[in-house]
């Protein structure tokens, strides 16, 4: 498998990430960006599966999509180009159990899951058009790819479009052996990609931003172990002076990219927890990106 266009992460919820343990946010931003951080489990898992299974197959992935089809907006998980077959994968990182009847998927309680259906109908009509101009004779398939091994989905057909952690082998493994996938219409999607209208920055206040050094990993308080080092009490990272100035720094140019940097602005954003000596010493080094103005 060639991965020909990457998942991006937006700005919005990398900022959370980096600041979410240090700064208020409000009810709305947390939920919003939590259901984000969820469904982008989903499909970092998805993609973790699908690259193992096709790793010896020529086919080409795209991931994050966003086309204008007919003027309609359409958001592409991922989609696989075989030689004569498009699969369009819509991921769902979903926790509740359901049930599947006659093409429709329902609650446990009965009630019909209508949002679902009328987005995988409107995936199937555009994307099926948008290839079909382009090519009459590609075959597009659209199929639900719910990931959480822990949810229920009762009423599948192993060998249905439903794809889940218990079939997505069997479903897909006929494809492996497809011959060269058409590279032309990979091109051809890519060109049509849009910028992500929804990815505007979070409007961050810098005083109310708790100032120090946060672990590269999970974003908790770093705690000084020695005159070099610095560790992470809540997942036990250990780092050095160079790296916890490094990261600091690049989260800073991240949130305020249009902001100079220097040693007292460093100095206040990490609360003094590195030394102004220290911190001098380390912004002097031209090779590391992160520190330069």
């Excluded at 009328?118 to 199937?124: C, E, N, V």
Aim: net charge neutral.
């Amino acid at each position: 498998m060639i991965i020909y266009h990457s998942r991006t992460l937006i700005h919005q919820y990398l900022s959370y990430e980096m600041l979410k343990y240090r700064y208020p946010f409000g009810v709305e931003t947390i939920d919003r960006q939590e259901r984000m951080k969820k469904g982008y489990s989903g499909e970092s898992l998805a993609d973790h599966w699908l690259t193992d299974l096709f790793t010896s197959s020529s086919c080409l992935y795209l991931c994050d999509l966003r086309l204008n089809i007919d003027f309609e907006q359409l958001q592409i998980d991922s989609l696989i180009i075989f030689d004569q077959t498009v699969i369009v994968l819509e991921i769902k990182n979903y926790s509740m159990d359901l049930i599947y009847q006659n093409g429709h998927f329902y609650r446990q309680s009965g009630e019909i899951l209508t949002s679902l259906h009328t987005q995988l109908g409107k995936i199937r009509r555009l994307m099926s058009k948008l290839i079909a101009d382009y090519d009459s004779t590609i075959e597009v398939k659209v199929m639900p790819f719910f990931v959480n091994s822990k949810q229920q989905i009762s009423g599948l057909l192993l060998d249905g479009d439903v794809l889940v952690p218990g079939n997505y082998q069997h479903v897909l493994a006929p494809y492996i052996a497809s011959r060269a996938p058409r590279d032309d219409l990979a091109r051809y999607l890519v060109s049509l990609n849009q910028a992500n209208d929804f990815d505007r920055k979070l409007e961050i206040d810098y005083d109310s931003v708790s100032k120090g050094i946060y672990c590269e990993r999970c974003h908790q308080p770093l705690i000084k172990k020695s005159q070099r080092q610095y560790g992470c009490s809540a997942c036990g990272q250990v780092y050095n002076a160079h790296q916890v100035v490094s990261h600091q720094l690049k989260v800073y140019r991240y949130i305020w990219a249009d902001r100079p940097v220097t040693t007292k602005t460093a100095y206040e954003w990490m609360d003094g927890k590195v030394c102004w000596r220290t911190l001098q010493r380390i912004l002097a080094n031209k090779t590391d990106e992160s520190l330069i103005p």
